[in-house]
């Protein structure tokens, strides 16, 4: 079965700092990649995704992600954190080519703290 | 308001209880999905219905018990559980498992504490 890893567990940045939080996948199929973000109190939501095409995408509030397939690898990154930005970010994978494979498989998150 | 919504919110029950947890989207979609979200643990996937068919069982402990009598809706039954079961259980549906390209929306969840 395919597995995701997030190695950042716990992040802590101040404000205008940069982000970039790893995710990589275990699978080698054609997959379809997502972010979800999970902010304090309110249910999971979708930040960006990945099907096909253009392997850079962008997503809302100035997200984006970039699809390395040689790296088996889908980070998600942000220019300038907002406060507004603390959550708790989740990575997942599906298969669609693979029946068995097909609901997605999400990776532990990494919890964003971001400092005013 | 995502169009998928689960009660009760939170739910307290003791290891001789049984209870059960209720999903219901309104975004006519056909697949279905329980989750269970632990601290400090990944999103487990516990059980997938499509078009009211389970297809998938992650090797869940038979104490809890799914139920999806149409594809708006989906139930957990929860029976003897143990202290450790608790947690966050999170419903999410999405169009269907034919295609595989599209996303999970997801429900606020449940939270389950069992004493």
């Known amino acids: 079965a395919q597995s995701v890893s997030q190695h950042n567990h716990h992040v802590i940045l101040s404000e205008a700092a940069s982000l970039e939080l790893g995710c990589n996948y275990s699978?080698?199929?054609?997959?379809?990649l997502f972010w979800y973000v999970q902010y304090p109190g309110q249910h999971l939501q979708l930040l960006l995704k990945?099907?096909?095409?253009?392997?850079l995408v962008k997503g809302i509030k100035g997200f984006e992600a970039e699809f390395i397939k040689s790296k088996f690898s889908f980070n998600l990154r942000k220019p300038s954190v907002q406060w507004s930005d603390t959550a708790e970010y989740f990575c997942?994978?599906?298969?669609?080519?693979?029946?068995?494979?097909?609901?997605?498989?999400f990776g532990s998150g990494t919890r964003l703290q971001v400092q005013p | 308001e995502t169009g998928v919504t689960q009660t009760p919110r939170h739910l307290v029950m003791g290891m001789t209880n049984k209870k059960s947890l209720k999903c219901e989207q309104h975004?006519?979609?056909?697949?279905m999905y329980w989750y269970k979200q632990s601290a400090k643990k990944p999103l487990e996937l516990m059980f997938v219905?499509?078009?009211?068919?389970?297809?998938e069982n992650n090797s869940v402990p038979s104490r809890f018990s799914p139920e999806c009598p149409n594809s708006s809706h989906l139930f957990l039954h929860l029976h003897t559980l143990q202290p450790e079961d608790s947690a966050l259980y999170l419903c999410?549906?999405?169009?269907?498992?034919?295609?595989?390209?599209?996303?999970?929306?997801f429900g606020p969840g449940t939270r389950l504490t069992v004493t």
């Open positions: 219905y499509n078009f009211k068919e389970q297809t």
């Open positions: 999410a549906s999405s169009q269907d498992l034919a295609s595989g390209s599209d996303e999970q929306y």
């Open positions: 997942a994978v599906n298969a669609p080519g693979d029946t068995g494979r097909r609901a997605l498989t």
């Open positions: 990945y099907f096909s095409g253009d392997p």
């Open positions: 699978y080698g199929g054609t997959v379809n």
């Open positions: 975004l006519g979609h056909n697949a």
